[in-house]
């Protein structure tokens, strides 16, 4: 290990959180390996704001470890006590694509009333590209929250099953124009020829951003 590993690795352990912040923004710095490591410990730092920027990172640095980065995220997304360092997990779990979380992000979402936490865990479970996803990101285009269904949307376009074509369509339809705009996004991820009726249509919405959105996919 380097010795600003080493030092920062020291600085960690200070008694002054902008001691520790200092040493969690250095780290970006160091080579994956030892930034991970440095990550892994700064997820367990009583200062919140510290345990985030970790926990975000690992989403990057992760891949050095993905069991040990799985233990970490995994023990976060269900004990922090903040909602804001549990959804930096689910991101994480996501970016990193474990696949193997699926069951326990679905579970954390069934654990909690917060969106925005709903929020982070739909849109994980698209990054995971995990197939049995999909029953469940079908279940939550039914969320009275606008900004979980968009999620919903999105995450069904990353999984690119063509069934999510006949759940899409109705939404191709909805009153609000940023859902549409997300629907066309989705659908053109997906492809096939059950997409392209839906898509010609949205080419031609009555909203510009959605009707130029649509047309510059189609092209």
Do not use: C
């Not at 993905?66 to 996501?94: H, K, M, N």
């Not at 990193?96 to 654990?111: I, M, P, R």
């Not at 929020?119 to 009275?144: M, N, Q, T, Y």
């Amino acid at each position: 290990m380097s010795e600003t590993f080493t030092s920062l690795r020291e600085q960690l352990a200070s008694e002054e959180i902008s001691v520790r912040m200092k040493a969690v923004h250095a780290s970006r710095s160091l080579a994956i390996s030892e930034r991970f490591e440095l990550m892994a410990i700064a997820a367990a730092d009583p200062y919140a704001r510290a345990r985030y920027d970790a926990v975000s990172q690992i989403g990057t640095v992760g891949t050095v470890d993905l069991q040990r980065s799985l233990e970490i995220l995994s023990d976060r997304l269900f004990t922090d006590p903040e909602l804001d360092v549990r959804a930096a997990a689910a991101a994480s779990l996501g970016a990193l694509q474990l696949a193997q979380a699926f069951d326990l992000l679905k579970t954390a979402y069934e654990s909690t009333n917060d969106w925005m936490f709903q929020f982070s865990i739909i849109a994980a479970i698209g990054e995971l590209g995990a197939p049995e996803g999909f029953d469940f990101l079908a279940e939550a285009l039914k969320s009275p929250n606008e900004l979980v269904k968009i999620a919903a949307i999105s995450s069904l376009g990353d999984l690119g099953n063509p069934d999510a074509v006949a759940l899409l369509a109705p939404l191709a339809e909805d009153p609000d124009w940023q859902i549409r705009h997300r629907v066309s996004q989705s659908l053109a991820q997906i492809g096939g020829e059950a997409a392209k009726p839906i898509l010609d249509k949205l080419a031609n919405d009555p909203m510009p951003q959605v009707a130029e959105a649509t047309r510059s996919l189609l092209a």
